[in-house]
């Protein structure tokens, strides 16, 4: 394993109330994995991959372990997280627009998170960033490197977000809705290239985008109010799925004629009582309304969240 979660709970106190965005999650991933993290907006997959890599607030409560390699990385301090962020776990965020500094060109925003990392003088970075972006197939990349990211299409800017995430050699890549906002033939080419490029790594997949799921998985697990409902192999997912919410999902798809889950999603404040998808599920049973349901493994290796599985 070179990451372990268990009984990972993360609070944030607000005004309306205690938003429980990550409530009690055991989730890990082996080398050279790529784990699926999917689920409805607004489900915690964000907050998942934040609280991962330490990038909340200092007031969110954080409870449970994240063992990375042999290191608990809620127990270390903030400097030696710092240097495990930037060499060996990246995050590569959710919106390249507001995550690339508009005003910088976009070789040197690579070059400075080289230099700060791996210690390169500042010409050795400049042609390590160029490097970079030849790595994520960005064409003429000595001339984009002088660039800055209002020149760069949306799929280019993906693409620099992906090269500045690999920049310092991470063994592990959080990788959060990498191909949200791009059209189809733009999607499928991040696709691939997410496929070479993190083949001898790690990575946590976030994404609400069951093709992109399908195409760059070995396991995927579905969460949905806070905590996860189904783990297990891919295929699994896809050809046996067992938890209602991920057969809803599968049906929510355009092939499967966009059929979506009835009702909608629980506020994070105000959980229902019993099982958390009682409300919206077909199935729903009077103990699902009374008891919350632990996750059961109902298959080496294929873990379910529900009394019916
Ligand atoms: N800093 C915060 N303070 C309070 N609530 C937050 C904060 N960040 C996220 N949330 C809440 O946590 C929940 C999960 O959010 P998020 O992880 O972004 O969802 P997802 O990525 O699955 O769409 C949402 O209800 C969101 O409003
Ligand atoms: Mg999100």
Redesign the pocket.
């Known amino acids: 394993m070179i990451l372990k979660i268990s009984k990972l709970k ?1 609070h ?3 005004p309306d109330g205690l ?1 429980r ?2 409530d009690t999650i055991d989730l890990s991933i082996r080398e050279r994995e790529t784990v699926g993290l999917i ?12 609280t991962i890599t330490r990038l ?2 200092s007031s ?1 409560t954080v409870k449970g372990t994240i063992i990375y390699k042999e290191t608990n990385l809620l127990k270390i301090s903030e400097t030696e997280m710092r240097r495990i962020r930037g060499d060996e776990i990246a995050m590569i965020l ?1 919106n390249p627009t507001t995550s690339l500094n508009p005003v910088m060109r976009v070789g040197e925003q690579i070059a400075e998170v080289i230099r700060l990392h791996q210690g390169l003088n500042k010409k050795d970075a400049a042609e390590k960033a160029i490097k970079m972006l030849g790595s994520v197939r960005i064409p003429s990349p000595s001339q984009r490197a002088n660039e800055y990211p209002h020149e760069f299409s949306g799929g280019m800017k993906q693409r620099v977000m992906i090269a500045m995430g690999l920049a310092c050699n991470p063994s592990l890549i959080i990788a ?2 990498p191909t949200k906002g791009l059209d189809v033939t733009i999607k499928s080419q991040i696709i691939k290239l997410l496929k070479e490029v993190t083949k001898e790594k790690a990575m946590l997949l ?1 994404t ?1 985008d069951l093709s992109v799921a399908r195409a760059l998985c070995d396991r995927i697990a579905l ?1 949905y109010a ?1 905590e996860l409902v189904e783990c297990a192999p891919a295929g699994e997912i896809f050809d046996a799925p067992r938890h209602p919410y991920t057969r809803g999902f599968l049906g929510s798809l355009p092939r499967n004629g966009l059929v979506p889950i009835p009702g909608m999603s629980p ?3 105000n959980l229902p009582q019993g099982c958390r998808f009682h409300p919206r599920c077909a199935n729903a049973k009077a103990i699902c309304k009374r008891k919350h349901p632990g996750m059961t493994e109902i298959e080496d290796g294929h873990f379910v969240r529900c009394f019916d599985a």
């Open positions: 993360t944030f106190s607000t938003v965005a990550v689920g409805e907006t607004g489900c915690g997959k964000t907050v998942l991959g934040l909340l607030q969110t959710q959060d809705e976030i609400h969460m806070g506020s994070l404040i």
